[in-house]
């Protein structure tokens, strides 16, 4: 399977001799049969090479790999700008965990007021709300976001909530984040006071008063165009804006031109011309009539 996706034979021989070696080749293949491209599958492999690589250096043996190490060598490929989906190592992490190859970690239950509100919250959303597990993470990490922004390690009382909180905490965060990410929060955001009025837990419908993030429809280009129909289209966008800084910059070009009409009229040797052009004028016009005359 490696053979078939890595077309160098050192690059091949490099990953099966390695720490991980022996289980790239099962992983190639969950991989494939989930349909990833043999290209991704290849740039997947090639990533895995380093993070072996890495092990080395740090003398870590395969019985060693967790969630922690392999936080850490994401964190350090981030920090020298390497970032390449990093996500594949977790991946991986779990493929041998599935097979036995290590050990799950050990559930760590959360037993504090904020934890037991947070299982509570998850547990509506897939039991009554059925949402997917990657929605899940979202909408409860946002949860605890809110929650600890507001009452740290004290005491809850969710009945201090109330809409100026919500709407610094949405000002506060909105910025941060891209415009999908921030839609994704106040979306959490209402389902999470819905949950808390179901429950009794607050009064007001803070759900309603969660602001918007705002999105203008037709505001960027279509994504159903191709690469072709987007560069027959750009010149028809900049023609407009091309005449208009035009006609900007040729605006200053005609201020100094008037400036400079002005100026000549009010110099001292200006009238000395108008006296001259306007005899050469009534010459002109006196030896037409005179012509006429004949």
């Known amino acids: 399977m490696l053979e078939h996706c890595v077309e160098s034979r050192d690059t091949v021989w490099r990953l099966r001799s390695g720490i991980l070696g022996a ?14 491209a043999a290209a991704t599958v290849r740039s997947q492999l090639i990533l895995l090479g380093h993070f072996n690589q890495w092990l080395v250096r ?22 020298l700008g390497k970032w390449r989906r ?45 949402l997917a597990p990657a929605t899940v993470t ?28 919500v709407t610094t905490f949405v000002l506060r965060h909105a910025p941060t984040m891209s415009h999908g990410r921030a839609k994704i929060m106040v979306t959490a955001l209402r389902s999470i006071f819905r949950f808390l009025l179901q429950r009794g837990a607050i009064e007001p419908d803070l759900a309603a008063c969660v602001p918007r ?18 560069e027959r289209l750009l010149p028809d966008i900049r023609g407009p804006a091309r005449s208009r ?5 040729g605006a200053p070009r005609a201020s100094r031109r008037r400036d400079c009409r ?29 012509e006429r005359g004949r």
């Open 86 to 130: 990093e996500s594949v190592v977790h991946q991986f992490l779990t493929h041998l965990r599935t097979h036995g190859v290590i050990s799950s970690p050990t559930p760590v239950i959360d037993e504090t007021p904020l934890g037991r509100l947070l299982h509570q919250y998850e547990q509506y959303l897939v039991l009554e709300r059925g």
């Open 262 to 290: 002005v100026r000549a009229r009010r110099h001292p040797l200006a009238h000395r011309r108008d006296d001259r052009s306007q005899q050469q004028t009534a010459s002109s016009g006196s030896a037409a009539v005179a």
């Open 23 to 36: 289980h790239l080749e099962s992983f190639a293949e969950h991989l494939a049969n989930c349909g990833y």
């Open 58 to 79: 740090r003398r870590r043996g395969l019985g060693e790999l967790n969630d922690e190490l392999v936080d850490k060598f994401v964190h350090e490929r981030r920090r």
């Open 245 to 249: 800084h035009s006609a900007a910059a």
């Open 213 to 230: 993030i705002a999105d203008w429809r037709l505001a960027t280009i279509p994504k159903y165009l191709s690469p072709d129909e987007v």
């Open 138 to 165: 979202n909408y409860s990490g946002f949860f605890r976001g809110f929650l600890t922004e507001r009452f740290g390690n004290g005491p809850m009382d969710l009945r201090e909530l109330d809409v100026p909180r």
